[in-house]
């Protein structure tokens, strides 16, 4: 037996089977019910939604002798229909001017239908008809003969004159949903006992634009892979001719690592499979506004895209810059027989702007180095706003490029008040100074050893001295460990205060629980977050941490330092905390 597509083999026969369209089969349902049938149907909207198909149904459904919700698929019409349906005649617009055809048309309406109540001429592609044809058509729509209906059907009906729009009943097709398509590709696996994920029905569904012809066209040929359950998405996007977004991530890594050569191997995989790359090129910039989206409104996107996007490595200047090489070759393109040569060409540009600047970082660092004493040198990053953490992470591949380094700082400068309230700027600085020392001696094994040792604080929870402190410490934990620094993460910018306030104490407090001497720094949760993509990007770029000595600023407590007894205040009120 030879292969019938699905697409016609599924095309629905009767209402009930139509996908998506609800609204509308209901209303003709209803007309036929109640007898109020037009003698003109303008059925509109995009590609493959149905329309034709709706119309053959409609054509029947007028003509069943027994129709109550849908055709009854038993009386003489239903029968002879499916047989023999000389009295459903369908014009393609499409094909010729239709002169002729409508011309005929106009002679032939007169006659009574063969067998059926109605004759039904369903003119498909309408719009295409030509002036003479459509004035032809028009002298019939004026005085239809009562067994006559008319279903035009076209995607464009602004192409159609007034005096036939007018004459016509309209039905807006939409676009078919994701849910209705998938569920009309779950009936059809059915019926041919095949099998495929729910992710992969959901994309061939999203790659189809709500068309219900295209939809089923590209099961029918993921079908035929064989692959079953094993089907990926990236089959679908070669299949569909869709280029997938994971090869655009791909593209966009490849350029920021400098991977020369993948970049080159994904080019020719591409031009193999013959996608337009500008296309590609559309998407890339799609994709660097997106991440440019994201960087201002974290919760734009979700789910998958989302993480996606989080984990590319790209500055707002080098976005801006991509953008515009990237627009310059989509002009380039329209110009050249070569396409993938330029667009190898600028891909790889782009990898040597990134490269470029990296180099220039590398050199200011080790310039830095040499060029001073590292001692007296600190590595700072500026904190008065959490934000500033991420935009100096940012300035490491600035054009103007570079660190931000600050001279020494003296040590009547930080001596006293450390950690006075009054003298944030102070408490940044050390903070910096060991958020970058514990990252630079961070050590897997021994963070293990203290986040198992740190459940003991609550063995002094009816410790006089420190009960106080352990509830400081409630609801904190350590995620960063060197043999002598200790990073913990706080909740907020309140419970930092507090911490910071207190940080001698609890230093002493860890030290007594370790029986080691520990510095100790604290971060807030949101802080963390950026300090964590900071340390693998630094990683991924191969920058280094540099260790800075801490010995000139010195871990006093200030004046009129907080004691134990005036941190838990801090927290719970006097009332509360009774401390003898
Ligand atoms: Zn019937």
Same mark, same amino acid.
């Given at each position: 037996?030879?292969?019938?597509?699905?697409?016609?083999? $599924?095309?629905?026969?009767?209402?009930?089977?139509?996908?998506? !369209?609800?609204?509308?089969?209901?209303?003709?349902?209803?007309?036929?019910?109640?007898?109020?049938?037009?003698?003109?149907?303008?059925?509109?909207?995009?590609?493959?939604?149905?329309?034709?198909?709706?119309?053959?149904?409609?054509?029947?459904?007028?003509?069943?002798?027994?129709?109550?919700?849908?055709?009854?698929?038993?009386?003489?019409?239903?029968?002879?229909?499916?047989?023999?349906?000389?009295?459903?005649?369908?014009?393609?617009?499409?094909?010729?001017?239709?002169?002729?055809?409508?011309?005929?048309?106009? *002679?032939?309406?007169?006659?009574?239908?063969?067998?059926?109540?109605?004759?039904?001429?369903?003119?498909?592609?309408?719009?295409?008809?030509?002036?003479?044809?459509?004035?032809?058509? +028009?002298?019939?729509?004026?005085?239809?003969?009562?067994?006559?209906?008319?279903?035009?059907?076209?995607?464009?009906?602004?192409?159609?004159?007034?005096?036939?729009?007018?004459?016509? !009943?309209?039905?807006?097709?939409?676009?078919?949903?994701?849910?209705?398509?998938?569920?009309?590709?779950?009936?059809?696996?059915?019926?041919?006992?095949?099998?495929?994920?729910?992710?992969?029905?959901?994309?061939?569904?999203?790659?189809?634009?709500?068309?219900?012809?295209?939809?089923?066209?590209?099961? *029918?040929?993921?079908?035929?892979?064989?692959?079953?359950?094993?089907?990926?998405?990236?089959?679908?996007?070669? +299949?569909?001719?869709?280029?997938?977004?994971?090869?655009?991530?791909?593209?966009?890594?490849?350029?920021?690592?400098?991977?020369?050569?993948?970049?080159?191997?994904?080019?020719?995989?591409?031009?193999?499979?013959?996608?337009?790359?500008?296309?590609?090129?559309?998407?890339?910039?799609?994709?660097?506004?997106?991440?440019?989206?994201?960087? !201002?409104?974290?919760?734009?996107?979700?789910?998958?895209?989302?993480?996606?996007?989080?984990?590319?490595?790209?500055?707002?200047? *080098?976005? +801006?810059?991509?953008?515009?090489?990237?627009?310059?070759?989509?002009?380039?393109?329209?110009?050249?027989?070569?396409?993938?040569?330029?667009?190898?060409?600028? =891909?790889?540009?782009?990898?040597?702007?990134?490269?470029?600047?990296?180099? /220039?970082?590398?050199?200011?660092?080790?310039?830095?180095?040499?060029?001073?004493?590292?001692?007296?040198?600190?590595?700072?990053?500026?904190?008065?706003?959490?934000?500033?953490?991420?935009?100096? =992470?940012?300035?490491?591949?600035?054009?103007?490029?570079?660190?931000?380094?600050?001279?020494?700082?003296?040590?009547?400068?930080?001596?006293?008040?450390?950690?006075?309230?009054?003298?944030?700027?102070?408490?940044?600085?050390?903070?910096?100074?060991?958020?970058?020392?514990?990252?630079?001696?961070?050590?897997?094994?021994?963070? /293990?050893?203290?986040?198992?040792?740190?459940?003991?604080?609550?063995?002094?929870?009816?410790?006089?001295?420190?009960?106080?402190?352990?509830?400081?410490?409630?609801?904190?934990?350590?995620?960063?460990?060197?043999?002598?620094?200790?990073?913990?993460?706080?909740?907020?910018?309140?419970? =930092?205060?507090?911490?910071?306030?207190?940080?001698?104490?609890?230093?002493?407090?860890?030290?007594?629980? $370790?029986?080691?001497?520990?510095?100790?720094?604290?971060?807030?949760?949101?802080?963390?977050?950026?300090?964590?993509?900071?340390?693998?990007?630094?990683?991924?770029?191969?920058?280094?941490?540099?260790?800075?000595?801490?010995?000139?600023?010195?871990?006093?407590?200030?004046?009129?330092?907080?004691?134990?007894?005036?941190?838990?205040?801090?927290?719970?009120?006097?009332?509360?905390?009774?401390? /003898?």
């Amino acid at each position: 037996m030879s292969y019938v597509a699905l697409y016609r083999k $599924y095309r629905p026969y009767n209402f009930s089977n139509v996908v998506g !369209q609800d609204t509308i089969v209901k209303i003709l349902v209803n007309s036929i019910k109640s007898n109020h049938i037009s003698h003109a149907y303008l059925f509109t909207g995009p590609r493959g939604t149905g329309k034709t198909s709706l119309a053959k149904i409609f054509a029947r459904a007028v003509n069943c002798l027994s129709f109550k919700e849908d055709l009854c698929d038993e009386c003489t019409n239903c029968k002879a229909l499916k047989e023999n349906d000389i009295d459903i005649i369908e014009i393609d617009a499409a094909s010729n001017n239709g002169v002729d055809e409508i011309r005929t048309l106009r *002679d032939n309406v007169k006659l009574m239908p063969s067998f059926c109540k109605y004759k039904i001429y369903i003119i498909d592609e309408v719009h295409m008809l030509s002036t003479g044809a459509f004035n032809a058509l +028009l002298k019939t729509l004026e005085e239809p003969p009562s067994h006559v209906i008319f279903i035009l059907a076209t995607t464009e009906p602004n192409k159609i004159p007034l005096t036939i729009l007018s004459r016509c !009943q309209r039905f807006d097709f939409n676009r078919v949903s994701t849910e209705d398509l998938v569920s009309r590709m779950k009936y059809i696996l059915k019926q041919e006992k095949k099998e495929l994920d729910e992710n992969v029905l959901n994309y061939i569904a999203e790659s189809s634009d709500g068309c219900v012809r295209d939809t089923i066209n590209l099961l *029918d040929q993921v079908i035929s892979l064989n692959k079953g359950k094993q089907t990926d998405i990236r089959d679908i996007d070669r +299949l569909s001719g869709k280029i997938s977004t994971d090869v655009i991530f791909d593209i966009l890594n490849c350029i920021l690592s400098e991977d020369y050569a993948k970049l080159l191997t994904i080019s020719e995989e591409l031009s193999t499979q013959g996608k337009n790359l500008s296309d590609v090129v559309n998407h890339l910039l799609t994709i660097l506004r997106d991440i440019q989206i994201f960087k !201002q409104l974290n919760n734009y996107f979700d789910g998958d895209y989302k993480q996606k996007l989080s984990q590319i490595q790209i500055n707002s200047n *080098d976005i +801006l810059i991509f953008s515009k090489s990237l627009n310059e070759l989509l002009t380039e393109m329209k110009y050249t027989n070569n396409q993938k040569t330029l667009f190898e060409i600028y =891909l790889m540009h782009l990898t040597e702007i990134v490269n470029e600047k990296k180099e /220039k970082d590398m050199q200011k660092i080790d310039e830095l180095r040499s060029e001073s004493n590292l001692n007296n040198t600190f590595f700072v990053f500026n904190t008065d706003n959490e934000n500033n953490l991420n935009d100096n =992470l940012e300035l490491n591949n600035n054009e103007q490029g570079n660190l931000a380094f600050e001279k020494t700082i003296q040590d009547d400068d930080v001596q006293t008040s450390m950690f006075n309230e009054n003298n944030k700027s102070d408490i940044n600085e050390l903070r910096q100074i060991r958020i970058n020392n514990v990252f630079a001696g961070a050590n897997k094994d021994e963070l /293990k050893r203290v986040q198992e040792g740190f459940d003991r604080i609550n063995d002094y929870i009816s410790n006089k001295k420190y009960n106080a402190l352990v509830q400081v410490l409630d609801d904190t934990s350590i995620v960063v460990a060197s043999s002598d620094l200790l990073m913990i993460k706080v909740n907020d910018s309140g419970a =930092l205060s507090i911490f910071n306030n207190n940080i001698k104490q609890i230093e002493i407090f860890l030290n007594e629980i $370790y029986k080691r001497e520990y510095r100790i720094v604290a971060v807030t949760s949101d802080e963390w977050t950026k300090l964590k993509e900071e340390y693998i990007f630094k990683k991924k770029n191969n920058i280094p941490y540099v260790i800075i000595d801490e010995n000139s600023v010195k871990l006093e407590v200030s004046k009129g330092s907080q004691d134990i007894e005036d941190a838990a205040t801090d927290i719970f009120g006097q009332n509360v905390v009774n401390i /003898k």
